[in-house]
């Protein structure tokens, strides 16, 4: 069992759809990441969570200490919403992290 | 830009040659990595840096050196490519702690070993 899980591993949604992504993780973390990475293209980082919830325009991320569990929802998605969405968990002592596989979301007109 | 500037974007390599790969920051941050991506696999981590002077092995180090030259570069050198290396490599910088925009990756180096 991978100590970070993310489902589902592929998502197609219409545009305008609001869409979740959700991420398990079995480790103790300092902190969640959520990252994107468009096809060919290198990796951003949307969101860094320990505790509660972030928004940045039309992505909200949330994240559940007790449960181990974090989520990343999009709002009115839109077609350049496609990508891989990655959650990662940074363990602290040493900012190493360790990634879920991603998810593969297209957002169709 | 501010940002994590790898180089090569792309190479070729013949099985048993050399190379290395080049990472710089300009963001004063203490933590760099140097992260594979495998089709169907997650990102994983060959070796970091905490700190200028220190290097660390990461999840699967084996088959590659680095050198933290200053607290700006960060160098990968696989000293005798194999096919198992084809791969994306990425760069990664943080600082250390917890930091709000969190991690910076460079653009990516595709590389395929023949």
């Known amino acids: 069992k991978n100590e970070v899980e993310q489902s589902p591993q592929n998502l197609t949604a219409q545009e305008g759809e609001f869409i979740t992504i959700n991420c398990s993780y079995s480790v103790g973390i300092s902190a969640l990441h959520w990252l994107q990475q468009h096809p060919g293209g290198g990796i951003v980082s949307l969101f860094m969570?320990?505790?509660g919830k972030k928004k940045h325009g039309r992505l909200i991320a949330t994240i559940n200490i007790q449960e181990k569990h974090s989520s990343l929802h999009i709002t009115a998605s839109h077609p350049r919403d496609s990508a891989v969405y990655i959650c990662a968990a940074d363990g602290g002592a040493t900012n190493k992290l360790i990634f879920g596989t991603g998810t593969l979301l297209a957002v169709q007109p | 830009n501010a940002g994590v500037t790898q180089t090569p974007k792309f190479q070729v390599l013949k099985t048993g040659q050399s190379m290395t790969l080049q990472c710089a920051q300009d963001?004063?941050?203490?933590?760099m990595y140097w992260y594979r991506q495998d089709p169907g696999m997650g990102l994983r981590l060959i070796y970091y840096?905490?700190?200028?002077?220190?290097?660390d092995k990461g999840e699967v180090p084996n088959g590659y050196n680095v050198s933290r030259l200053n607290k700006r570069e960060f160098s990968l050198r696989l000293e005798s490519a194999a096919p198992s290396q084809t791969s994306v490599y990425f760069c990664?910088?943080?600082?250390?702690?917890?930091?709000?925009?969190?991690?910076?990756f460079g653009s990516g180096t595709r590389l395929t070993v023949v």
């Open positions: 990664a910088s943080s600082e250390w702690g917890p930091q709000v925009d969190g991690y910076t």
């Open positions: 963001m004063n941050h203490n933590s």
């Open positions: 840096s905490a700190s200028e002077g220190t290097t």
């Open positions: 969570l320990s505790s």
